[in-house]
């Protein structure tokens, strides 16, 4: 089912009074970023919440997300989707496949007008990639493209958080190059069911989300 982004994008505008945005994300150096975007960006009148999903499962990923949408104007899912890649090829057949189940999953809450459901392919870092060069090939795992990373502004990159830190902060080293990144992840659309393995970075919705000035 599409989403209609300009309809969510409206309820979370900036300047209608304090707002509170639920985020879970998969790790570490996505809640470094989202930090450093807050940060930046002076989100004042927004009150995010960057969650670590701590090791929890899709299923209580999924149940999490549902419950904090109760609580907060905005509840997002940031996916790395090279996990759930891997956990698919490593089943064996079991219930659900860990594909299908997200699927479900990803259907139910797009009919949740306040969450949105935000998927990387393969991970955080193909968005940053895109900050760089333009590219829509499938990796299907971060390590097939991490050397196409070492490049200005982002030279030696790696995924420690003195790293993301350093200096200005990984988000303001990249931000020069944030409009450019937002065309070209829009331009891969959004996530098929249908056809998973393709080139994703859905986090570019999240600045339609907050309004963020490109």
């Not at 899709?58 to 509840?75: M, S, V």
């Not at 189940?101 to 193909?126: A, G, K, R, S």
């Not at 020069?176 to 990144?181: H, K, T, V």
């Not at 070209?184 to 996530?191: I, V």
């Amino acid at each position: 089912m599409s989403r209609d982004i300009n309809r969510r994008a409206q309820r979370t505008r900036r300047g209608q009074g304090n707002r509170t945005i639920y985020i879970l994300v998969d790790g570490e150096t996505e809640k470094l970023y989202l930090d450093q975007m807050k940060s930046n960006e002076r989100l004042k009148s927004v009150t995010i919440k960057p969650d670590l999903n701590k090791k929890k499962t899709i299923t209580q990923q999924f149940e999490a997300i549902k419950e904090e949408a109760r609580h907060y104007d905005q509840a997002i899912w940031l996916v790395d989707f090279d996990t759930i890649l891997k956990h698919e090829r490593e089943f064996r057949g079991r219930g659900k496949s860990p594909l299908i189940q997200f699927n479900e999953y990803n259907q139910e809450l797009n009919e949740i007008e306040n969450v949105n459901v935000l998927v990387n392919t393969p991970c955080l870092e193909f968005w940053y990639l895109l900050h760089l060069k333009n590219s829509g090939r499938f990796y299907a795992f971060y390590s097939d493209f991490e050397r196409e990373l070492n490049a200005i502004p982002i030279l030696g990159y790696n995924k420690s958080r003195k790293y993301y830190i350093s200096g200005s902060g990984i988000y303001a080293r990249l931000k020069p190059n944030l409009s450019a990144a937002h065309e070209r992840a829009k331009a891969l659309g959004q996530y098929d069911p249908e056809n998973p393995q393709q080139a994703k970075a859905e986090i570019y919705r999240l600045f339609e989300i907050l309004n963020i000035e490109l």
